[in-house]
């Protein structure tokens, strides 16, 4: 195998190293989206669960306001708040955690990023030293057919006859 040779074949190498982290780069930003798509439901739910609340809690005391909850009333407002306050934990709980994936997939994405560019730069580098090596092997070729030309025979003889 010469040097030609082993240059294209890295080149097939290092042309499949990048999709490969091409293909790796994309499948983490996905996965970065998904998580950032899970952070804004969350949220949503976050602040629709405290409009709510909100209004609930309005309610009580709109029906205070003539005078005191009777102890039914207070108990389910207690027992509301309980499990307002349970569900706000929890949701702030999941959302810390989705939080934390998404930066790490965030931290990923920039990893496979600069893996990616790296195996771009390279394989642009060996595509340059490959057009330069098959311009030389041309130049090379061109000389040795005018070379041939001049050491043949005689103008006017048949090519091959001394």
């Known amino acids: 195998m010469n040097d030609r040779q082993r240059l294209e074949r890295l080149m097939t190498l290092r042309e499949r190293r990048e999709r490969q982290a091409a293909s790796a780069l994309l499948e983490q930003r996905r996965r970065y989206r998904h998580e950032a798509g899970r952070l804004d439901e969350l949220d949503q739910t976050l602040e629709r669960e405290r409009s709510e609340f909100d209004r609930l809690e309005q309610g009580w005391f709109e029906a205070a306001e003539g005078g005191t909850l009777s102890p039914a009333e207070l108990g389910q407002a207690r027992q509301a708040l309980d499990e307002h306050y349970h569900r706000q934990a929890e949701l702030a709980r999941v959302r810390s955690a989705v939080e934390r994936e998404r930066s790490r997939l965030l931290d990923e994405c920039e990893r496979q990023a600069e893996i990616w560019k790296r195996r771009a730069h390279a394989r642009e580098a060996l595509e340059k030293l490959l057009a330069r090596r098959q311009e030389a092997d041309r130049i090379k ?11 043949g025979p005689a103008q006017g003889g048949p090519p091959g006859e001394a």
Request: charged share 65%; aromatic share 0%.
């Open 141 to 151: 070729e061109e000389g040795r057919l005018e070379a041939d030309l001049e050491d």
